[in-house]
């Protein structure tokens, strides 16, 4: 059983910075993905970004694109998510997830075949004001 803890999330102005980190308990080899996804009052679940395990590859949406940057710590099995040029657009609830969709679905070579258990953690909310 996969367990994922997140942490820092907060308020920030337009323009600013915050780092979410999410720590993962229980992986396996058969985990092969970990990242973000957000939602929004309102709106769908949008993948942010995501990180395949083996080949290291990365997945960012096109909306937080050159702003956001996803990297992993081995040695501490947690995964960051620095979040630069913050917008009020990216205010939402943040959740981490191994083996999603989203985030996941465009790391593997086809997802529905081999679909994975995907896991998610309770989320932590970012606001952005202008």
């Known amino acids: 059983q996969v367990q994922l803890a997140e942490s820092g999330g907060g308020s920030v102005q337009e323009g600013g910075s915050l780092r979410l980190s999410c720590t993962a308990s229980?992986?396996?080899?058969?985990?092969?993905?970990m990242g973000w996804l957000r939602q929004a009052p309102g709106k769908e679940r949008e993948g942010v970004a995501s990180?395949?395990?083996?080949?290291?590859?990365?997945y960012y949406g096109d909306s937080v694109e050159g702003r956001f940057t996803i990297s992993r710590d081995n040695a501490k099995n947690t995964v960051y998510l620095q979040m630069d040029g913050l917008k009020p657009e990216d205010t939402a609830m943040y959740y981490c997830a191994t083996d999603a969709s989203p985030p996941c679905e465009y790391l593997y070579t086809d997802y529905d075949q081999e679909d994975p258990k995907p896991y998610w953690g309770q989320g932590t909310q970012v606001t952005v004001s202008s």
């Open positions: 229980g992986l396996s080899r058969s985990n092969h993905c």
């Open positions: 990180l395949y395990f083996g080949t290291n590859s990365a």
